[in-house]
């Protein structure tokens, strides 16, 4: 009965190194990832500017802008890559895009992306999809935004649009769905800049909000 039990007993702990020393030799550590833009090209400055513009930090889901990649294998099922994770909020890497790329268009007289209050206008938005969406057997990264310009004075909406992209993915993994999404969020952001600055530049109502920023006109 002795040996018995002590043949047991050294077969449990034999078992239990094994599965502690096979446990240690399988740690699986999160990568992580981040939106790769091209730094934008300076616009000639217009004619006339309307101003200073704060762009601030962007809304978000708190399931899209956690730190785990989202992925939707159905329309109502949401699934998280859990060893692939932003290294940055998308909230935060957006929202500096979006600030680059309203600075290179020479919109506004100053350009932060920081919430200030001594500018004139406030951009700000929300990012509605940041995703890998699977439909059967294609794959696509989807980004959705939404934004919309205040003046800070009268709290009056002078501009607001939305943005959907959906980029078909040929590289089918982890880093291909990155760079899908990183297009994906460029075409979004540029197209909203797009039509920001279409509308500014129809928009008589825009009063000339600093006179030693402007020129031409309206500038009096």
Do not use: K
């Not at 708190?62 to 989202?70: Q, T």
């Not at 099922?77 to 692939?84: L, M, N, Q, R, S």
């Not at 980004?143 to 002078?158: E, I, P």
């Amino acid at each position: 009965m002795t040996n018995n039990r002590e043949g047991a007993l050294r077969a449990a702990f034999a078992l239990f190194g094994a599965l502690v020393m096979g446990g240690c030799g399988s740690v699986h550590y999160p990568a992580h990832y981040t939106l790769n833009f091209e730094p934008s090209v300076q616009a000639s400055a217009p004619a006339r500017s309307i101003g200073t513009v704060a762009v601030v930090e962007l809304g978000c889901p708190d399931y899209l802008c956690a730190d785990r990649i989202v992925y939707r294998p159905t329309p109502t099922e949401v699934g998280f890559y859990e060893y692939h994770r932003w290294a940055v909020s998308p909230r935060e890497m957006i929202a500096h895009y979006l600030a680059d790329r309203v600075r290179s268009r020479s919109l506004f007289a100053s350009v932060t992306d920081a919430d200030s209050h001594a500018t004139d206008f406030v951009l700000n938005g929300t990012i509605d999809r940041l995703e890998e969406v699977d439909e059967g057997r294609r794959v696509a990264a989807v980004c959705a935004l939404s934004a919309q310009l205040r003046d800070r004075r009268t709290g009056t909406v002078v501009w607001s649009s939305t943005s959907t992209e959906r980029v078909a993915l040929e590289q089918r993994d982890v880093a291909g769905l990155v760079n899908g999404l990183t297009t994906a969020v460029r075409n979004s952001v540029d197209r909203l800049v797009a039509d920001m600055e279409l509308e500014l530049g129809r928009s008589a109502a825009l009063p000339c909000v600093d006179q030693r920023t402007c020129v031409g006109a309206h500038a009096r």
